[in-house]
């Protein structure tokens, strides 16, 4: 997935010599280090303004930090499931207490955001099982959280109701 020159002005921990951030952290989760491959950091640019969304959005970073460090050092897999397990049920109790906020505001784009909410959702439940049967890499794991959830997600989709909360 190639991310928009402004998104990643604006994702520190994807900027990477790579045009593609996805690629750039397969090819370093294929061959473990001792050191973080990609840290990721709350930074106050993301916040949308609305402290619960906010707080959830903390915590999703955190998840996932834990998640990309677990696969990038080779951790066992049942912590990587149990990492997964736990992103998994944080995405969906944000995305319950998101929809609430958007339909309390009258958000205009709320049936698109829903959408979203869905096919990540899908797309999270789908890579957890196919990694607990063995048939994805750990590297689509890291690309989902990184790109999807916190690239695509968080910072690009959520900040369009920046201060509507």
């Not at 990477?16 to 106050?44: F, G, I, N």
């Not at 906010?54 to 998840?63: A, E, K, M, P, S």
């Not at 951790?75 to 992103?87: D, G, K, N, Y």
């Not at 995405?91 to 955001?113: K, N």
Request: charged share 30%; glycine share 4%.
């Amino acid at each position: 997935m190639k991310l928009p020159r402004r998104l990643l002005a604006v994702v520190p921990f994807l900027r990477r010599r790579e045009a593609d951030p996805a690629a750039q952290l397969a090819k370093h989760v294929a061959r473990p280090r001792t050191r973080t491959l990609a840290q990721m950091r709350w930074r106050q640019a993301y916040e949308c303004g609305h402290p619960v969304i906010d707080g959830q959005h903390r915590q999703l970073f955190d998840i996932g930090d834990r998640l990309i460090d677990a696969v990038q050092r080779a951790h066992a897999r049942e912590r990587i499931e149990s990492l997964l397990a736990e992103l998994v049920e944080h995405i969906e109790e944000h995305f319950r207490t998101e929809e609430a906020v958007l339909a309390r505001t009258g958000y205009p784009l709320s049936d698109e955001h829903l959408s979203i909410h869905d096919g990540l959702l899908q797309q999270a439940a789908s890579l957890s099982g196919r990694y607990h049967e063995r048939t994805v890499e750990a590297e689509e794991l890291v690309s989902f959280v990184a790109n999807d959830v916190v690239a695509a997600h968080i910072i690009q989709e959520d900040l369009k109701f920046a201060l509507q909360g």
